[in-house]
């Protein structure tokens, strides 16, 4: 064992600590902009699209205050970007 007061990244052995050419992946989210009032659901699934192309594997989305709205907005983001992005809606 190393004297006491060595760093701790020094008490493990450097092949432990490179990576050899390999990364564990973790899906990241990101949390999309309100849509803007008058906004049309194409032009805030554009939006999201960026976000989705940016290689998010989820969005956090806000719910808009009609529910008929928010699934026309929905139903635009899923034509855009596909089933490959999970979409989470806020309801808290």
Do not use: Q
């Not at 902009?33 to 194409?42: C, M």
């Amino acid at each position: 064992m190393p004297p006491r007061g060595v760093a701790s990244w020094r008490r493990v052995p450097f092949g432990m600590l490179a990576s050899r050419g390999t990364r564990a992946a973790a899906p990241v989210g990101m949390v999309a902009p309100y849509a803007t009032p008058g906004e049309s659901d194409r032009h805030y699934a554009g939006r999201v699209n960026e976000l989705a192309s940016r290689g998010y594997t989820g969005i956090k989305l806000y719910p808009l205050a009609d529910p008929d709205a928010m699934t026309r907005c929905l139903a635009a983001i899923r034509d855009r970007i596909g089933g490959s992005v999970d979409l989470v809606v806020d309801m808290a």
